[in-house]
């Protein structure tokens, strides 16, 4: 640096190009370690949360059927026209054909997919106003931790082989797009996309970007939207009311389902703690203060339309007339929608409180503090449960360690000759460093913590291609070998035990074999009360199933297999079927013993009692 005579004859700094090249180069390593300090939260996070492909039950088969059309023959679940299935994931899943199926291919999917998330996180916390690459890991770290208060918890990336994962991360970049407010187009773009990758949790980002671009684009007042919205809303359900008048069977149907999926489609079903939170976390938002007056215009707008969402949605599951109930609008689930609305509550409060770091004043540094833990510290108790959570214990202590440590390091390094009221003051210091790099070590520790306990589960994904905690795990073997020795037709049942060894129906052997159960739910369910109440029938006939296994009652079970279509094969861990021993006249016989499971196949005798007439069901 060095000082050079202007024109006016006043002296100038200039700065060298050594030092120019220097500043340049200190940039250069700060956004590239900032970079890998991205990539190892990814990787962390992918490693800890991974579960392996269909992990969800209403999943399985999906991606099989996808690359093997011609598979599940007869099972009416995996039909290729259920609604699980209209997404292009299944397409990617075609294209990719049987690697798709392999968990190790999955986890690199997954990995890619919470690469992208972090991406869109980090893009919001620059544009919410969280500037230092610190403020921007806290931010991160704050919604790396699952804050799981309500049915349908707002994960970063759900793990479960299926479409919802991939609209997750799209999501993130939509609100992005969205409160930016120049992409637009791109924004409905990606909101398009979600609803082709997964109608049910894509159809309101995809009605909050056209509600946006009809307010920014052509500029039309809120109260014409609203009344717009009304309007379409009247049309709906006074059409549906002509043109199912007199039919009470919708109504019927419309309650049985509403009853079925509880709090994932009713708000007002959720817990009393988890809505409260909810509703604290958007009028949090709503209060914020995001930066310009655009941005924090977008934002009220954002979460008053999710608080709309909120109360119309609850009200309407839960006091519409008959005449307006429609049966395919509880598969809209709008409970299920308040993932997008948590996420970004979390981030828009996140980014505000690192903000007030900025601030001089002490007492606005310490609320800063108390609102940052305050929101990586929710949920204090389990879901749907008053007992104080484990992990909000651990978390709280290991945050008070080091919160507690950095600040004794502070004092013990300054020469305190003060009275205790200074002391106090100097415990608590400006730098925000103090307070942000607490909560970024905790998610370390509590991510490497996670990663640890998966570590079985990954070692048997490198040897078997099936993640060890995944559901189907426990069918390795079993799956080869009714893929490859039965009968693309023959249809199979498997019992399995829970971890607390409760014996259930088990569908996970759809995931990789192809072979139709003895289970239904088509896309019709939702629009006949007949298959809906056959779907219900089957779902009780698999618990009443359970019990007489449990009771070593081989004539009940005989005859729920009877009623069950008397599958081929049934398949059941060995260790609990000893008993069959001493059954007489079986109706089933040992096929094979793989990794300690059995598969019986059904007798001749057995085929021709359960095509007898006289059978009891």
Known sequence: ??????????????????????????????????????????????LAFFQGLEHQGGY??????????????????????????????????????????????????????????????????????????????????????????????????????????????IGLWVAYLLFRGDRLFAAMALSGLMVLIAPKNGWYPAMIAFVFWLRERWHVPWKRIAVGVALSLVTLFVGFALVNRGNREAGLLFDLWDWYEDGEANPFRDSLAGNGLYLLLILGAMRAACGSGVLQARCLAFFTIALAAFFLGGVYYTYAPDVMKIPILVGMSVNRTSWWPQQLSYLVLGCYAVRL??????????????????????????????????FFIKRSLLLLCLWSGLA?????????????????????????????????????????????????????????????????????????YLRTQTSPTASVLALSRDRDG???????????????????????????????????????????????????????????????????????????????RGVPDLDYRVEATIRGVLILRRTDAGAARAASPSRES
């Open 502 to 580: 409760i014996y259930g129906a088990d569908d996970a052997l759809r995931v990789r074999t192809g072979r139709p159960m003895p289970i239904t739910r088509p896309a019709s369910t939702y629009l006949s009360y007949e298959m809906a109440s056959r779907y219900f029938e089957q779902q009780w006939l698999w618990e009443e199933l359970a019990r007489h296994w449990e009771r070593h009652d081989w004539p009940g079970v005989s005859q729920r297999l009877a009623a069950l279509g008397s599958p081929e094969y049934f398949v059941v861990p060995a260790d609990g079927a000893q008993w069959l």
């Open 1 to 46: 640096m060095s000082l050079v005579a202007t024109r006016e004859g006043v002296a100038e700094q200039t700065i060298s190009p050594a030092t120019s090249e220097r500043a340049a180069r200190d940039a250069r390593r700060a956004r590239f370690l900032y970079g890998v300090s991205l990539a190892i939260f990814a990787l962390l996070y992918a």
């Open 357 to 390: 770091f900025d601030r001089g004043a002490r007492r606005t540094q310490v609320l800063a503090a108390l609102l940052l833990g305050g929101l990586y510290l929710t949920p204090i108790f389990e879901s749907r449960s008053t007992e104080v959570s484990s």
């Open 408 to 480: 004794l390091m502070v004092v013990a390094t300054r020469a305190i000759r003060a009275s205790p009221r200074r002391v106090m003051a100097k415990a608590l210091p400006a730098k925000a460093s103090l307070f942000l790099l607490p909560i970024v070590l905790t998610t370390t520790v509590y991510l490497l913590r996670c990663v640890h306990t998966q570590r079985p589960s990954l070692q048997f994904l490198t040897a078997h291609g099936v993640m060890g905690n995944a559901s189907s795990a426990k069918w390795v073997g079993v799956d080869d």
């Open 60 to 169: 399985r088969g999906n991606s099989f059927k996808a690359i093997h059309p011609e598979s599940f023959p007869g099972d009416r679940y995996v039909t290729g026209r259920h609604p699980t299935m209209v997404s292009l994931v299944y397409v990617v899943a075609h294209i990719a054909g049987d690697l798709w199926l392999d968990d190790r291919f999955q986890l690199a999917w997954y990995l890619g997919l919470v690469i992208l998330a972090i991406a869109a996180v980090d893009r919001l916390a620059v544009l919410f106003g969280a500037s230092t690459p610190l403020e921007r890991l806290a931010v991160l770290a704050l919604v790396l931790v699952a804050h799981h208060f309500k049915t349908n918890f707002a994960q970063l990336v759900p793990s479960s082989g299926t479409p919802t994962a991939a609209v997750h991360p």
